[in-house]
């Protein structure tokens, strides 16, 4: 099931950049934690607003995000 619905944009939040809920928490921000190896649960004690399914819909976003084609210039 998709989690997406959990990913928002709202031009007076966090100025209009992917947010999880309409908090003041970017996507961004959680996948820079998990690149940097933080696990699930130090996230969402750290995060104690978000939720478990936030950070799969964090996940399934930047997934979406890198499926496009690019064309190269030979």
Not at 39 to 53: F, N, R, V, W
């Amino acid at each position: 099931m998709s989690e997406l619905h959990r990913i928002t944009f709202d031009p007076q939040v966090c100025a209009g950049r992917p947010t999880i809920r309409g908090l003041r928490i970017r996507v961004k921000d959680v996948l820079e934690l998990l690149a940097a190896g933080a696990s699930h649960d130090e996230i969402l004690e750290d995060y104690p607003l978000l939720e478990a399914a936030d950070i799969r819909a964090v996940l399934e976003y930047a997934a979406r995000q890198s499926d496009h084609t690019v064309l190269r210039v030979a």
